[in-house]
């Protein structure tokens, strides 16, 4: 097996007994890009050659035991973060010259621990896709069916995580985008709960908006996880109280409680993973967890509420920059229509759509008060092709046409709720080639209930997964 599909877990472990070079490493990934991007584009800026420079410094840390907790692991970062000097073009044709003279928290952090910046990854256009493809980077696509959508907005950075093209990498999250690349390309995708990882300005007092992690493992999760998560002074939300910051378990796999809903209330979900996310419940279920069916009163209004939330947040400070702008026509359709849909978004839209979130609120809240966990998919569908346009193209699932813009993803009732935590993790394979994925829901700031079923999940259903089963780019 190459070194470049070793996880971050392993590797370290190699690095620290001098049994693998981090130069190796760089070069490996180089090799593996240099072979497979073009077939999947994962990357805005590949920064290979400045890693393996910065790689021969982290060999050097280890040579003489001045290693930092994560030196040498090389890691992709999203292009819609800051990192100072570096470009941010955030998929957009406007933003194309953009370089950034700040560096948000989480990069910041990681590099004080010792990661290499290996490159940027691809999004779409300003993040507002729940896609990869944009007019200035192309078609990014899932590696285990070339055909598919890699998901979005963190598209790039699940592409190279799943590919052996970085140790792991960063994410953003706003309505599922870190969650719906997990899923389409079969790894792990952390949302944490609003406040845990400080965040920018304005996206900090965006309930809705999170920063996180996608790696191959749920080990490489926890490994890189508890370094990004924290208090720092530039937001004001990340000071809320942490009571379990080991995320030491409170309970046995046994003693926890959890619910299943297949729809949410109102998805249509193909069978495949129907049948997959069952097929998990019956594996938690065996470990003497109490496993249980539930039903949410929730409709298609849930959609509404995020669309308009979004474009009241993020939707009205975009409009301010591009909705008028000279280069308005050379923005991709998709985000056209989403300026446009945002100038019209009213008060009373936001007042409607707030008040519905307390009542989506007043029905899981039945839920969390008898269960530890909720377990769902994390995509309603797999089938949804690389190019897909939301601003024009159709969806059916099951034979019934599905909003285009967020009836194929079950992620962002869990935006709307973002004091809840939400692992996407792979559960399977669906008949078309692509990986199945879940969502591990916890309580408000419980944490630690869901590290604990995914481990087990992790052991019983995904044996071989990124060392014998590989994606195979169909």
């Known amino acids: 097996m190459s070194a470049h599909n070793f996880s971050a877990?392993?590797?370290?472990?190699?690095?620290?007994?001098?049994?693998l070079s981090p130069v190796e490493v760089a070069q490996d990934y180089q090799n593996q890009f240099n072979r497979i991007n073009s077939k999947v584009n994962a990357f805005s800026f590949p920064f290979f050659e400045r890693a393996i420079e910065q790689a021969k410094v982290a060999e050097q840390r280890y040579s003489d035991a001045s290693y930092r907790a994560?030196?040498?692991?090389?890691?992709?970062?999203?292009?819609?973060?800051?990192?100072?000097?570096?470009?941010?073009?955030?998929?957009?044709w406007a933003n194309r010259n953009t370089i950034a003279t700040s560096?948000?928290?989480?990069?910041?952090?990681?590099?004080?621990?010792g990661v290499i910046n290996i490159?940027?990854?691809t999004t779409p256009e300003f993040s507002v896709a729940s896609v990869t493809w944009s007019n200035l980077w192309g078609i990014s696509r899932s590696p285990w069916n070339t055909a598919m959508t890699c998901g979005g907005s963190s598209g790039g950075s699940a592409i190279a995580v799943a590919t052996g093209m970085a140790s792991f990498a960063n994410g953003t999250d706003i309505g599922g985008s870190l969650r719906i690349p997990a899923a389409m390309c079969g790894v792990y995708g952390y949302k944490p709960p609003h406040g845990r990882v400080a965040e920018i300005a304005p996206y900090n007092i965006d309930l809705y908006c999170h920063h996180g992690l996608i790696t191959r493992t749920l080990d490489d999760m926890l490994l890189a996880y508890p370094h990004i998560r924290g208090s720092n002074w530039i937001d004001s939300h990340s000071f809320v109280p942490d009571s379990n910051p080991s995320l030491a378990p409170t309970k046995p796999l046994s003693q926890l409680k959890v619910a299943v809903s297949v729809d949410l209330g109102f998805y249509q979900v193909d069978k495949d993973i129907q049948d997959n996310l069952l097929n998990t419940a019956k594996v938690l279920a065996a470990t003497g967890a109490e496993v249980e069916l539930v039903e949410l009163d929730w409709d298609s209004q849930v959609i509404q509420t995020a669309k308009v939330h979004q474009r009241a947040m993020m939707g009205q400070k975009l409009k301010k920059e591009h909705l008028n702008a000279p280069h308005f026509d050379k923005l991709t359709p998709y985000v056209q229509q989403y300026l446009q849909a945002a100038a019209k978004?009213?008060?009373?839209?936001?007042?409607?759509?707030?008040?519905?979130?307390?009542?989506?609120w007043d029905e899981l809240a039945k839920v969390?008060?008898?269960?530890?966990?909720?377990?769902?998919?994390?995509?309603?569908?797999?089938?949804?092709a690389a190019d897909f346009d939301y601003s024009k193209d159709t969806l059916q699932i099951n034979g019934v046409e599905v909003d285009a813009n967020k009836g194929w993803f079950m992620t962002y009732p869990f935006n709307t709720f973002g004091q809840c935590p939400v692992l996407s993790m792979p559960n399977g394979f669906c008949e078309?080639?692509?990986?199945?994925?879940l969502q591990l829901v916890g309580r408000p700031y419980q944490e630690e209930h869901i590290f604990v079923a995914a481990k087990e999940i992790e052991r019983q259903q995904l044996e071989g997964w990124y060392s014998k089963i590989l994606p195979q780019f169909k």
Do not use: W
């Not at 877990?9 to 049994?19: A, E, V």
């Not at 560096?103 to 621990?113: A, N, S």
């Not at 969390?368 to 949804?384: E, G, I, Q, R, S």
């Open 70 to 92: 994560l030196e040498g692991l090389q890691v992709a970062f999203k292009d819609e973060t800051y990192i100072e000097g570096e470009p941010m073009t955030n998929g957009s």
């Open 9 to 19: 877990t392993k590797l370290l472990s190699l690095y620290r007994n001098q049994k």
């Open 368 to 384: 969390f008060k008898d269960y530890d966990l909720l377990l769902c998919p994390t995509v309603a569908t797999t089938n949804v």
């Open 432 to 437: 078309n080639g692509m990986p199945s994925s």
């Open 119 to 121: 490159g940027r990854t």
């Open 345 to 360: 978004t009213t008060l009373d839209d936001v007042l409607e759509a707030n008040m519905h979130l307390c009542k989506m």
């Open 103 to 113: 560096t948000d928290p989480v990069p910041e952090l990681l590099f004080d621990q």
